[in-house]
């Protein structure tokens, strides 16, 4: 029977080594989201026009994240409709505001936020760009597909920016990667001893014992102790 300080060595060890990947997936996690949302804004944005066929009504789900977002001041009202698209690890969409007071319908601005949602495999941080836009924006944008140039002066009216981090996609993600890391370190040296412990071999210095792994290995000691005190 192994001594119990050997073993609260051990699990000592295994819980250290998991906080360390399940630390180092949530790195690479960051970085993979961070590099994703990158990677398409340099991406062509042509395919986006504001005054395209691609804009759909507000849907019940968009209702209802509008709900929980807590829009900023100069953004309450209602989604009126939204633009979507994708790229690889990333989610976009454009969502125009509605006032909820038919006044505020006739202020010389309109009101949208942009929703980043970035990460692969799932989604694991959502960004939330709430942008106020002048008529003389708004007419800019009408006169053609939204360039590299326009979406750089719309970014300058933005009045906040909000990172949100969607939890269930930043455990998910981070347990894969933190799996992805491990298994090039360490394991091989967990599959080693049970592959030689099928071939009857020292799971130890992988000494031939011919299968009788019972008795211990004479050449390096291996489970002698318990099988001399046994």
Known sequence: MKPRG??????RRIITRACIFLLLGAIVNVAV????????ETEPTGV?????????????????WYKQSSPPKGHVGQPRNVQ?????????????????????????TTSCVWRHRAGWPFRSAEMRIWVN???????????????????ENLREKSTETTLVVRWPGLTI???????????????????RPIIR???????????????DLDAGCPECGWNREEADTS
């Open 33 to 40: 989201a961070w590099g994703c949302v990158r990677w398409v």
């Open 133 to 151: 836009v002048s008529s003389e924006v708004r007419t800019e944008l009408l006169a053609g597909p939204l360039t590299r140039a326009k979406a």
């Open 173 to 191: 993600n981070t347990v894969f990667y933190a799996v992805i890391l491990w298994l090039p370190i360490c394991g091989p040296s967990v599959l």
């Open 197 to 211: 412990r099928r071939r009857g071999r020292c799971i130890k210095c992988d000494y031939d014992l011919r299968g």
């Open 48 to 64: 986006w026009h504001p005054n395209g066929a691609n804009w759909l009504p507000a849907d019940s789900e968009l209702l209802e």
């Open 84 to 108: 979507r698209w994708s790229g690889f690890g990333v989610n976009k969409a454009m969502i125009n505001i509605r006032p909820v007071r038919e006044d505020l319908a006739t202020v010389d």
């Open 6 to 11: 050997t073993s609260l060595r051990k699990t």
